[in-house]
């Protein structure tokens, strides 16, 4: 299994333009999440998606769109970059079981690193 | 709401030192508690979880107990490696919602 992937690696935006980060993962998640983390903020949710279908807001979701495609697939959209958005985003998945309490493993991708000039 | 507040960094060690990190917590319901470690360059991955209180979540030589009279799950280390420098999140999760995350503590473990 590749687990959680993530595409592109690595990215330089000059500001207004617009990019899709990708990800997918392949162990059956229902849960899909997209965080960004910066320096001294930790990991702040910007979208989440419970299952195939639904989508709802995180902590910062002003500057993004996300589309869950599939089971397999969730994309981060920026439609018109700000400088603001330079940051690393991750994605990550978890495959909810109700009767589990709640303990079950998030994984994360490696990560995307975004630079908006 | 749900949050997680954990010491400030970063953390300098020397090798073989002990190791704390403090986690304090504040949760409606009964939360399940997580310890994240980040290595450089890379996404997150899970170190220990601890699913009730009095539970002692254990991996790799890391330890972290669940105390709910404190609201607390620090996480510890008898003696730390260069290999352990990394930035450590404390999560948890209350209900079928997202993680919520503390800020990141960053070891620096040194020779």
């Known amino acids: 299994n590749a687990g959680v992937t993530q595409t592109p690696k690595f990215q330089v935006l000059k500001t207004g333009q617009s990019m899709t980060l990708q990800c997918a993962q392949d162990?059956?998640?229902?849960?899909m999440y997209w965080y960004r983390q910066d320096p001294g903020m930790g990991l702040r949710l910007i979208y989440y998606?419970?299952?195939?279908?639904?989508?709802d807001k995180g902590e910062v979701p002003n500057g993004y769109n996300v589309s869950r495609l599939n089971k397999r697939e969730f994309s981060l959209r920026l439609e018109s970059a700000a400088p603001s958005q330079t940051s690393v985003y991750f994605c990550?998945?978890?495959?909810?079981?109700?009767?589990?309490?709640?303990?079950?493993?998030?994984?994360f991708g490696p990560g995307t690193r975004l630079l908006v000039l | 709401g749900d949050s997680v507040t954990q010491m400030e960094g970063p953390v300098t060690l020397s090798e073989e030192a002990f190791l704390t990190i403090n986690c304090t917590y504040t949760?409606?319901?009964?939360?399940?508690l997580f310890w994240y470690v980040q290595y450089p360059g890379e996404g997150l991955q899970l170190l220990l979880k601890?699913?009730?209180?009095?539970d002692k979540g254990s991996n790799k030589g890391f330890e972290a107990t669940y105390r709910k009279e404190t609201t607390s799950f620090h996480l510890e280390k008898g003696s730390v490696q260069v290999s352990d420098s990394a930035v450590y999140f404390c999560a948890l999760r209350s209900g079928n919602t997202p993680l919520v995350f503390g800020k990141g503590t960053r070891l620096s473990v040194i020779a």
């Open positions: 162990m059956n998640h229902n849960s």
């Open positions: 998606s419970a299952s195939e279908g639904t989508t």
């Open positions: 949760a409606t319901g009964y939360p399940s």
């Open positions: 990550a998945s978890r495959h909810d079981v109700r009767s589990r309490r709640f303990q079950e493993t998030q994984y």
């Open positions: 601890a699913t009730k209180a009095d």
